[in-house]
T-cell receptor
Framework: GENVEQHPSTLSVQEGDSAVIKCTYSDSASNYFPWYKQELGKGPQLIIDIRSNVGEKKDQRIAVTLNKTAKHFSLHITETQPEDSAVYFCAASIDSWGKLQFGAGTQVVVTP | DTAVSQTPKYLVTQMGNDKSIKCEQNLGHDTMYWYKQDSKKFLKIMFSYNNKELIINETVPNRFSPKSPDKAHLNLHINSLELGDSAVYFC???????????????FGPGTRLTVL
């Protein structure tokens, strides 16, 4: 089955700096890669996703890149703000029923 | 308006008891899921239903039994609760448009289950 590894497990950044989270996946058949943000006491919320026929996608301060050959994808957050502090999860999916294999999560702390 | 709601938010119970968690979505979605998040924040899918039909059933003890009375509801019943069942359980839903490139899963607020 699919296995997703996520690094780092924790990430501390100064406000205004960039944050990068990296994930690798094992199954080359995976074709959908979402990123979820989970704030304290809440459920995860989708922030951006990318499909395997696209190499990069950007939405304001958030961007995701995908390297299918190397089987890794990354989340980039620019100009970080304190409200970006949360746990971020990458995930991968290969089937049409939406079964997501999540990474272990990255705790991001943005200090003012 | 709450899109995906779960009840209860907190559940504290003794080992051996039977308990249920309820989930409802008002998004008109076709597919609903149950996830378990352990103390290390690891999220793992347990079950998924599409239009009341079970489509994903991960390696979960048969003490866990999902039930979907209609496509807007997915409940989780747990028999003979064990200490290791303590976790946060999330319900989620999505529209069945995966092939169209749309598969956002909307998560509920979670139910924190503590087994003593």
């Amino acid at each position: 089955g699919e296995n997703v590894e996520q690094h780092p497990s924790t990430l501390s950044v100064q406000e205004g700096d960039s944050a990068v989270i990296k994930c690798t996946y094992s199954d080359s058949a995976s074709n959908y890669f979402p990123w979820y943000k989970q704030e304290l006491g809440k459920g995860p919320q989708l922030i951006i996703d990318i499909r395997s026929n696209v190499g990069e996608k950007k939405d304001q301060r958030i961007a995701v890149t995908l390297n299918k050959t190397a089987k890794h994808f990354s989340l980039h957050i620019t100009e970080t703000q304190p409200e970006d502090s949360a746990v971020y999860f990458c995930a991968a999916s290969i089937d049409s029923w939406g079964k997501l294999q999540f990474g272990a999560g990255t705790q991001v702390v943005v200090t003012p | 308006d709450t899109a995906v709601s779960q009840t209860p938010k907190y559940l504290v119970t003794q080992m051996g008891n039977d308990k249920s968690i309820k989930c409802e979505q008002n998004l008109g979605h076709d597919t609903m899921y149950w996830y378990k998040q352990d103390s290390k924040k690891f999220l793992k899918i347990m079950f998924s239903y599409n239009n009341k039909e079970l489509i994903i059933n991960e390696t979960v003890p048969n003490r866990f039994s999902p039930k979907s009375p209609d496509k807007a509801h997915l409940n989780l019943h747990i028999n003979s609760l064990e200490l290791g069942d303590s976790a946060v359980y999330f319900c989620a839903s999505s529209q069945d448009k995966f092939l169209a490139g749309i598969n956002e899963q909307f998560f509920g607020p979670g139910t924190r289950l503590t087994v003593l």
